[in-house]
C-alpha cells in the first residue's frame, strides 16, 4: 500500500523505516527546508531504544552519543549550588 508519512522528526522516519520493512510504499515528506544542524542533547530511554534496537540503529547512536555523569545547577561564580545522577 502507498502511505504518505508527513513530518521528518523521529517518528515519520521510524514509521517509514517499519512500513517499508512490513512491504509498504512510505512517502515521507518534510515542510522544514534543512535539517537542524545546531544539534541539541536528547535523553534517549525506554521504548525508544527498544525500537532503536531492533531498527539495528543502537550502536551508532551509542557511539555518537554523550554519557552524562551529572547534571548541575551552578551558581554565577561556578560553585556546584545543585546535582542530579542521571
Ligand atoms: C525543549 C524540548 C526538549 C525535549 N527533550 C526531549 C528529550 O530529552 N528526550 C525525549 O525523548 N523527548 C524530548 N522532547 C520531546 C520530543 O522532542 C518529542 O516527543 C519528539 O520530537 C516528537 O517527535 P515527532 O516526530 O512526533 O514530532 P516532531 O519532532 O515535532 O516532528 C514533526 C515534524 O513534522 C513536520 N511537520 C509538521 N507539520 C507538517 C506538515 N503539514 N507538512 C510537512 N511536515 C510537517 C515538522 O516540521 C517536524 O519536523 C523534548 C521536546 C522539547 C520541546
Known sequence: MKV???????????????????????TLIERSP??????????????GFEVADRMGILPRLMDEGYRVREVREVSASGRRIAHMDP
Open 4 to 26: 504518505l508519512v508527513v513530518g521528518g522528526g523521529i517518528a515519520g522516519p521510524t514509521l517509514a523505516y517499519w512500513l517499508k520493512r512490513s512491504g509498504h510504499e512510505p
Open 34 to 47: 534543512a535539517l537542524r544542524e545546531g544539534g541539541y542533547p536528547v535523553d534517549f530511554w525506554g521504548s
